[in-house]
């Protein structure tokens, strides 16, 4: 070692010392793991019976989370949607001049429920929304409603709109806050009515006196309690500024009046259509198995998901109707 | 490929730029804090616009925002609001049939800096119907979720409120805290008679869901701890030298 360096030192040019060869350096050995890995777990084979158990209780799991997913996100859009078509659709009628001003439609025939009515601004409380005819709980998925057998607003007597408090864009929410003498119109197919909040009542308060002849109010109602947990109704009260329209003729009377009309009632009218939208949820299901076997997983995810989504939300709709109309 | 204590020093800057940031956002959130005095109750009575004028019978002042109008809020446990000027209703205000009408209860969270305080800025507007002018008594209270007290101001006067007046009452409920969901109530006794009429005492409720920010701050910083143990265990790993491979024994 000494005569290599002596000899590089010899043949190196003078004034540029030589470096030094570096020596390689030794590879790091890998430090042992510091427990051994856990060797994987053997799990015993299911009986048939757990199997069916698991499996119907993911699926009720399923519809519950989407069951609440469904009541307070997806039912907001839904009646976004079903607001801009509702606006669509009066802008129309308004400038035609057919906008309904009884119970029948322009040509005579007797409003549907959901057809559009008026228009409801309530600036303090950021309201904006078409009113639609009937007050169920499917009708008032889309808007406000009003009740069948009062008369429009704006026209002499009392007229009743009923209103979501946080399912479904929860449009009266807030009418609580509106406060004495406080101001809001009604764009009916009459004209834009303005109405004076009077006051907020709850159910059992003392009513005001009944409007004299030539007098026109309109009540507010609404769920009160926590969102989503409705403990009662509150009722805004409120009379009308402006001038007072006719009246139109109402084929529908109080005791006339269908039972899921009434305020928190629930729409059991239609628990025959749960019935078969859980038999397509099941039926979707048993093919969902039956093509995961058959055709393998990669072509039951491309055509069960939608079909499985489709089943989940027509049964979620469904219900939703056995809550209350002012949920 | 980067050395180990360039890592070490990126996520050094990293961590320091995160307590940074949250030291910056926790002294602008104390500047825009309350005035915190330790008095966990305040009261303000603020006339709506109709109380000062001449036409008390005009429209209620509740469309204008809330405050704007009111004056100096005034601290104590009796407080007494101011009275109108001209009892003279206009006409058709005191035909509606009824004595006293009011409006629901509006609260409004005030957040202060301790997460044990807070308070809910409460109010009610009422309005006289009648035909005489008499003077109530307005309670506010707010109970926590499993029906708990958290706080009260009883016996705030609405004095001589005059036929067609509207006068909108307001109170602080302190000590909200972390409660997340409260219920708000405010009860407006009347004289027992007016006009003949014999009246009960009002109550109105509000559910308030507040967001318990103390609860949801730890949570935050706990996940932030955890993410910067992550980080460091991340950056105390040993690196692989290039070119190394490991042969068979």
Partial sequence: ??????????????????????????????????????????????????????????????????????????????????????????????????????????????????????????????????????????????????????????????????????????????????????????????????FEVIGVRYAGDPTPASPKAGESRVILQTARG??????????????????????????????????????????????????????????????????????????????????????????NNQLTLLLPNLL | MISVNARRAAAATILGGIVVVTLLGLGSSAAFADDEDGIGLSVTISPSPTDGSTTPGSTSGTDTPRGSSNPAPATGADPVAPAAETPAPEKGEVDLGGILFVSGVTSVYDWSINPLDGAAETSITVRNVSKSTFSSTVRFWADGPVGNRLSEVKGVKITALKPGESRTVEARLGGIGQSTFVNVHATITPPKMVDDVKLDSITRDQFVVIPPWGILSLGALGGLGFAAYALAQFIRRPSMPAGLVGSPA
């Fill in chain 1, 1 to 194: 070692m000494t005569l290599e360096l002596e000899k590089m030192i010899e043949e190196a040019p003078a004034g540029k010392p030589p470096r030094p060869p570096r020596a390689p350096k030794p590879p790091r050995v890998p430090k042992p793991p510091r427990r051994a890995p856990r060797p994987p777990k053997q799990y015993a084979p299911l009986s048939p019976q757990v199997i069916l158990v698991r499996g119907s209780l993911t699926i009720l799991a399923a519809l519950l989370i989407a069951f609440a997913a469904n009541v307070t996100v997806l039912s907001q859009v839904q009646h976004l949607v079903s607001q801009q078509m509702l606006h669509n659709e009066l802008r129309e009628q308004l400038s035609a001049g057919t906008a309904p001003v009884s119970e029948g439609d322009f040509d005579d025939v007797l409003l549907a429920d959901g057809a559009p009515l008026a228009v409801i601004d309530i600036p303090q409380i950021d309201v904006h929304e078409v009113v639609v005819e009937g007050t169920s709980g499917d009708t008032l998925k889309a808007g406000p409603g009003h009740r069948r057998d009062s008369v429009l607003p704006g026209q002499q007597g009392i007229s009743v709109l009923m209103g979501r408090a946080a399912a479904y864009g929860g449009p009266f929410g807030r009418i609580q806050e509106l406060a004495p003498g406080d101001s809001f119109t009604v764009r009916t197919g009459q004209g834009k009515q303005v």
């Fill in chain 1, 226 to 315: 926590p969102a989503f947990i409705p403990s009662g109704i509150a009722y805004v009260d409120a009379r009308l500024r402006s001038e007072v329209q006719a009246s139109g003729q109402r084929q529908t009377t109080f005791t006339a009046l269908p039972p899921q009309d009434k305020a928190m009632a629930t729409d059991t009218s239609a628990v025959w259509a749960l019935v078969f939208a859980l038999q397509f949820l099941l039926v979707a299901q048993f093919a969902a198995v039956w093509a995961f076997r058959r055709l393998g997983a990669q072509k039951t995810w491309v055509v069960f998901v939608p079909v499985g989504v489709l089943a989940v939300l027509y049964v």
